[in-house]
């Protein structure tokens, strides 16, 4: 089972958050997966386990991906 969660987009100009398919591995730790647009840059890579966190984006407040986890 998938969960949305938010990855922010690299050299956009603004901030640009991309809704992305993640598995969850622990609390607060999820797996991108899923596929992406080879034109845009994640923070994150596909693949990777990423922490996260609620914020309060411009359509509300949203899971999103704030650090790799190690």
């Known amino acids: 089972m998938t969960t949305t969660i938010y990855v922010?987009?690299?050299?956009?100009?603004?901030?640009?958050?991309?809704?992305?398919d993640a598995k969850r591995v622990s609390d607060g730790l999820f797996r991108l997966v899923g596929t992406n647009d080879e034109s845009e840059t994640w923070m994150f890579p596909l693949?990777?386990?990423?922490?996260?966190?609620?914020?309060?984006?411009?359509?509300g407040?949203?899971?999103?991906?704030?650090?790799l986890a190690e």
């Open 8 to 20: 922010k987009l690299l050299g956009e100009g603004t901030d640009v958050w991309r809704p992305v």
């Open 47 to 59: 693949g990777s386990i990423v922490r996260v966190e609620k914020r309060t984006l411009s359509s």
């Open 61 to 67: 407040l949203a899971v999103v991906a704030v650090e």
